[in-house]
């Protein structure tokens, strides 16, 4: 059999058929030489050369150039800036979280001490809270001894007057409303006042506000909210996470009670803004709520109340229009 090999070719440059690995029969040359298959990126040198060869061929051959001088490969001095800069930044980060630990320490000791004063002068205001209610009675009793004026009607007239004000204390039926923070809570244009809170499952001032106003039009004679006496010039504010009722802080669960005919009241209030808007809020915030009739409550009078001026209205005129100091409209 003639060879295909040409004359000049060695013996070792030959490989036989059975020489061959398996799929490497198609990638002999005319010599019967194997070559190995290409590789699967073979259409992607520039990337595979880019992943391969990230340095730059003229670096590369210069760096060698240095190594075989016994020279490191590199004169940059970059490892030794990292290095300088790491060093930097992990000290301002030192220096920073050490002013910020010193800073919080001593926030919190202020924040312990107007805690404490808030709490003295609170008990303070309290007592003479107290104090204020007992000589007021005994104003009363002094007034209607001396005066023999205020009997029959003119004394029903004033009494009647010092109710409405929220100056005297009241006695007698009503109902007993409860708001509490859904379970579980840590706190427009529709007409929802409690639109945009972010803290949904907390009673909100907007809610107290909504709530003693259905209480009045369903006929409530005299209104307290945890023991605050609501009157013409109660504000039902927030601030912070904080109710504020005559610029006292409540705290949760908020009693409403109202003294007046507890089934008339129930009534009015069911059918009214107040029973959908308690509704409203057991059932989309989780808020919770309770309303009993009560046989006979006991509601303190008002102590802080003022008058900037007074005028006596004759028979058969209106009453003047109040004007709000500028301060009240800002």
Avoid at 121 to 127: G, I, K, L, S, Y
Avoid at 132 to 157: C, N, S
Avoid at 231 to 249: C, D, Q
Wanted: with cysteine.
């Amino acid at each position: 059999m003639r060879s295909e090999l040409p004359e000049d070719a060695t013996p070792s440059d030959a490989r036989s058929a059975n020489d061959l690995g398996e799929g490497e029969e198609d990638y002999a040359d005319a010599r019967g030489v194997a070559h190995p298959a290409p590789r699967p990126d073979a259409s992607m040198t520039l990337l595979t050369s880019m992943l391969e060869r990230p340095l730059d061929p003229g670096y590369q051959a210069a760096a060698e150039a240095r190594m075989a001088q016994g020279k490191p490969p590199s004169t940059g001095t970059r490892r030794l800036r990292l290095l300088v800069w790491l060093l930097l930044i992990g000290l301002m980060i030192g220096v920073c979280t050490a002013q910020l630990r010193d800073r919080d320490g001593s926030r919190a000791a202020v924040r312990a001490d107007l805690i404490r004063q808030i709490g003295e002068r609170q008990a303070v205001v309290d007592e003479r809270g107290v104090t204020i209610r007992g000589l007021q009675t005994e104003i009363d009793v002094a007034t209607a001894h001396l005066d023999p004026d205020l009997v029959g009607t003119q004394r029903k007239v004033l009494e009647d007057q010092r109710v409405a004000s929220g100056l005297a204390a009241v006695k007698g039926p009503g109902v007993r409303l409860t708001l509490d923070d859904s379970p579980g809570t840590s706190n427009s244009a529709d007409g929802d006042p409690r639109t945009g809170l972010s803290d949904e499952g907390r009673v909100k001032s907007s809610d107290m506000q909504v709530v003693t106003n259905a209480l009045w039009q369903a006929g409530a004679e005299a209104i307290t909210i945890n023991g605050q006496r609501l009157t013409s010039r109660t504000a039902i504010r927030f601030a912070g996470e904080a109710i504020l009722v005559n610029f006292r802080p409540l705290t949760r669960p908020y009693t409403i009670e109202a003294i007046g005919d507890p089934n008339a009241m129930q009534t009015n209030f069911a059918e009214g803004q107040g029973g959908s808007y308690l509704t409203s809020l057991r059932l989309n915030y989780g808020i919770q709520t309770s309303l009993t009739a009560q046989d006979e409550l006991t509601l303190p009078s008002a102590v802080n109340v003022s008058t900037r001026e007074a005028k006596v209205v004759p028979d058969g005129q209106e009453p003047p229009r109040v004007k709000p100091l500028k301060k009240e409209t800002s």
